[in-house]
């Protein structure tokens, strides 16, 4: 290697060449043209002029000499074999060309040889052209048949899955409705399971119900023992009792009539007194007394349901818990000897009158709630009740399951009456309604809308009277069910009660006052009956007149029942002490023997004059 | 940048006219003809004369054939020169073709190399590579590259492929911009008159003053004889793959364009023909 001596000792000469190789971009040595790039151009024409100069001008020369070259060498070979081949005679040529010949002749027969097999060759292979042609043939068709089988076993696999899917379907519905069938199997046991339970319910139930009959029977047994015990007292007192007040007889020649059709002589006799015509019945009962040849027990029996003159009662016969409740309502039969009583213990209690004493005799259920009101029909032998459970009930008196439930109403029922018509009932209501039933079809034939809440109504022939907590009182016409008159009240008209001259009609308020209204006249005379001390007790405090029309009894808040004599208007007898709650409601027997008050602490007094 | 690229083309494609003849004591069984070809510039001696050598074998005995050398006008010829500067020194003057006599006989070892195959060629051709990147990159370039590069680069020599060997060589030839050039021009001047075979220092591309260096501030530098004086006709040609390039051409851009494939700016001095 030299050594590094580069001395920066440059001539002038070169450093002008320097510069001018700086000025035209030294560093990237491009293509473009300048006065500067000579040295470029130069080299390059100088490497054109020597490439003409050396290459080109001898490359085609050398070229074909190296060719020549080659094929001379080769003709030397050649040449160089030749002499060989001259040296042999004539004669082994002219041997030559005989075996050639020989052979010549060989191989064309061979050709004609050949030619017969490539003939044969030929008609086999013209053959199995045509075998294969058939081949291909019957290939199509079998190709042909090949699809159309493959296009059934598609259509058959389609076919399939259509099947299949309906197969699940159905299947899915079978499972659907097994399970149905499951549950309702299952409904099924415990619907029987229910029914036997209730069914059993329903023994125990009857069970205890006639065990409760059995005993109220051995119980009656006893108290019929006991009564008839005492029966021979009772027997001079009552027979006594007609005597005390009766008045002169009359009209004795008027004796056709049946004992049920009473009622109805009375009222077209409209002229005479009701006083008198009970006496006139009485005259009538001892005549026919006096000449039949009855037993002393039925004398006995016969004076309770005849009334000339209703007793002022005086003193309490008997005091007893009647219900496990409250009791609502009481009523007297017609003929004076049973007695009714509802309470909030949804019975209907009923009592035999008999020789001033109370026996249960019968416990009337079906209500389901508390009962607000009992009515005795004419004959004594339906009793129909009214029901916070929004129904009234019908019984048979000789059977303590309801005849009939009348329903409809929307709120409690607080009035039910028996209409002189006898399949007819009328019920009053909190839903302001009043609506009539036919007994015959168990159905309602009529509602009637009101204004005002019914507290309780009365039936007449043609009319109906309904009391209202609105202060008013009002007449319906039975026929056209309107409102007749509007009569005004001085307070929330509790109960209403109509004389039996249906004449006469109480009606008690919250006002603490009693008033009576004429009907005949159709006039706004009325006479009020207060006193001291009376306090109306309940929106369903019941006030009654006595079956004589002679006096009001009611019961008032203190536990006292108040009696009131019409004629004079003034307070006859004050009956304190026996009652320890609010008196809920009175009722007179219509023999005018007895007055029955009920309270709502469970307890009933009978009261009488004796 | 086409020019460039067709400079290249034009070095790498360079041709020389040869004819090649059997020296008259060799032993032959006739007559040899002689033998013309067309011998690739920037390849070696070796390399290119199997066809020559198969040309006179056939027409010698083999028991007379020792190591085949190759003469021009009583000068043997180094083989590890690369052909054009072989050319360029020898007989650059003279009438074409290029007479070369064959020898078979008589190996001048004091002059020449021995060359038993092509791989001592490789190696020859490797290590110039390597000395020249030494030069340019601090060898950081070729010791980047992998061994199939080297290879790359030694096929295209051999099978005259110039696609296949600038694909490697422009990497060789790349230098960061900033420095205006490699490190150092790796270049040989052959000198006929001198002694020593050639001249070789270190010599930058930019001056540290910032100037670019020319072929003639090399040459001032190296061989100031080489550079004729003012009014005075020339002596010396300079021959670069036997054209003569103006002394004001940047020595960068002949390092790029005009060095051999073993990446050496070859400079041959030769005096002027007196005819």
């Known amino acids: 290697m030299a050594a590094e001596d580069v001395a920066s000792s440059h001539s002038m000469r070169t450093d002008s060449a320097g510069e001018s190789k700086r000025s035209c971009g030294f560093v990237q040595p491009g293509g473009h043209g300048g006065s500067g790039d000579t040295w470029r151009r130069h080299i390059v024409r100088q490497l054109k002029n020597r490439d003409r100069n050396q290459s080109d001008s001898f490359q085609d020369l050398i070229h074909f000499y190296s060719r020549l070259l080659d094929k001379s060498s080769w003709t030397n070979g050649i040449l160089s074999r030749r002499p060989l081949t001259d040296s042999s005679s004539v004669s082994s040529l002219l041997n030559q060309n005989d075996q050639l010949k ?15 097999q490539i003939k044969i060759k030929l008609l086999v292979l013209d053959e199995q052209d045509s075998s294969l042609l058939a081949e291909r043939r019957r290939f199509s068709g079998a ?3 090949r699809q159309e089988l493959q296009g059934r076993a598609v259509q058959v696999q389609e076919e399939n899955g259509k099947l299949k899917m309906e197969y699940d379907v159905l299947l899915e519905r079978q499972r659907g409705a097994e399970t149905r069938l499951r549950e309702e199997k299952v409904r099924e046991e415990h619907m029987l399971e229910d029914m036997i339970h209730l069914k059993q319910q329903a023994a125990a139930r009857m069970n205890s119900r006639n065990e409760r009959r059995s005993r109220a029977r051995e119980a009656n047994l006893q108290k019929e023992l006991q009564s008839a015990a005492r029966s021979k007292v009772a027997i001079d007192s009552s027979s006594s009792a007609p005597t005390s007040r009766s008045t002169s007889p009359k009209n ?18 409209s002229a005479t007194s009701p006083r008198i015509l009970t006496s006139i019945r009485e005259l009538f009962n001892r005549k026919r007394r006096g000449h039949s040849v009855c037993s002393q027990e039925e004398d006995q029996m016969s004076p309770v349901g005849i009334c000339l003159s209703a007793r002022v009662p005086a003193r309490a016969l008997q005091v007893l818990e009647a219900h496990e409740q409250g009791i609502n309502t009481v009523r007297f039969s017609s003929s004076s000897d049973l007695l009714a009583t509802g309470g909030t213990d949804r019975v209907i209690k009923l009592w035999e009158v008999r020789a001033g004493s109370l026996t249960h005799r019968a416990t009337l259920e079906g209500s389901t709630e508390g009962i607000t009101c009992v009515d005795f029909d004419s004959a004594g032998s339906r009793i129909l009740a009214a029901s916070y459970d929004k129904s009234a009930l019908l019984w048979r008196l000789d059977d303590s399951v309801p005849k009939l439930t009348l329903t409809g109403h929307s709120r409690k029922v607080t009035a039910a009456r028996f209409s002189p018509l006898l399949h007819q009932v009328v019920t009053g209501s909190a839903d302001r309604t009043i609506r009539l039933w036919d007994l015959h079809r168990a159905a309602c034939v009529q509602v009637v809308d009101v204004a005002s809440y019914c507290s309780d109504l009365v039936c007449s022939e043609n009319f109906i009277i309904s009391g209202h907590y609105d202060r008013k009182i009002r007449v319906w016409d039975t026929r056209a069910v309107s409102c007749v008159q509007e009569l005004p009240a001085q307070g929330r008209v509790t109960s209403l009660d109509l004389s039996s001259d ?4 109480l009606s008690c308020c919250r006002d603490d006052c009693l008033q009576l209204v004429d009907l005949r006249r159709w006039s706004h005379e009325r006479s009020s009956f207060r006193a001291e001390g009376f306090k109306c007790g309940s929106d369903s405090t019941k006030a009654v007149i006595s079956p004589d029309g002679c006096f009001l009894a009611a019961g008032s808040a203190d536990g006292s029942v108040y009696i009131w004599n019409l004629s004079s208007g003034s307070l006859e007898t004050r009956l304190p002490d026996k009652h320890s709650s609010s008196i809920s409601a009175v009722s007179w027997s219509p023999s005018g023997e007895y007055v029955v008050s009920v309270d709502k602490s469970r307890r009933a007094v009978l009261w009488s004059d004796i | 940048m086409a020019d460039d690229k067709d400079v290249l083309r034009d070095v790498w494609f360079g041709r020389i006219p040869a004819c090649f003849t059997l020296n008259q004591d060799e032993v032959t069984e006739r007559e040899a003809e002689p033998y013309y070809l067309l011998l690739p510039r920037v390849s070696y001696l070796t390399l290119v004369t199997d066809k020559v050598k198969k040309h006179f074998l056939k027409v010698m005995k083999t028991e007379d054939v020792e190591e085949m050398w190759c003469e021009s006008e009583g000068t043997p010829l180094k083989w590890h020169y690369p052909i054009g500067v072989l050319f360029d020194l020898h007989a650059s003057n003279t009438v074409l073709p290029w007479n070369i006599t064959v020898h078979f006989k008589n190996f001048p070892d004091r002059d020449l190399l021995h060359c038993p195959s092509n791989s001592v060629i490789e190696a020859h051709f490797m290590s110039g590579i390597k000395e020249a990147d030494a030069l340019k990159h601090k060898s950081q370039v070729v010791n980047d590259m992998q061994k199939k590069d080297h290879k790359q680069l030694w096929m295209g020599l051999q099978n005259d492929k110039f696609d296949q060997f600038w694909a490697m060589n422009r990497k060789l030839m790349e230098y960061p911009t900033e420095d205006g050039g490699f490190r150092y021009i790796p270049f040989r001047i052959y000198l006929t008159m001198s002694d020593r075979p050639f001249v070789q220092r270190l010599f930058r591309p930019v001056s540290p003053e910032g100037n670019v260096h020319t072929l003639g501030n090399l040459l001032k530098e190296m061989y100031p004889a080489a550079i004729p004086n ?10 670069i793959h036997g054209i003569e390039p103006l002394l004001e051409t940047p020595l960068q851009w002949l390092s790029e364009h005009l060095s051999h494939p073993d990446n050496f700016l070859h400079i041959c001095v030769v005096p002027v023909p007196t005819d």
């Open chain 1, 102 to 116: 020989k052979t010549t002749g060989e191989l064309a027969f061979q050709v004609l040889e050949l030619q017969q």
């Open chain 1, 143 to 145: 190709f042909d048949v």
């Open chain 1, 252 to 269: 004795e020649h008027q004796d056709k009539s049946a004992e049920p059709r009473h009622t109805r002589l009375f009222r077209s006799a």
């Open chain 1, 502 to 505: 249906h004449r006469q009609l």
């Open chain 2, 230 to 239: 003012e009014g005075e006709p020339k002596q010396n040609q300079v021959v």
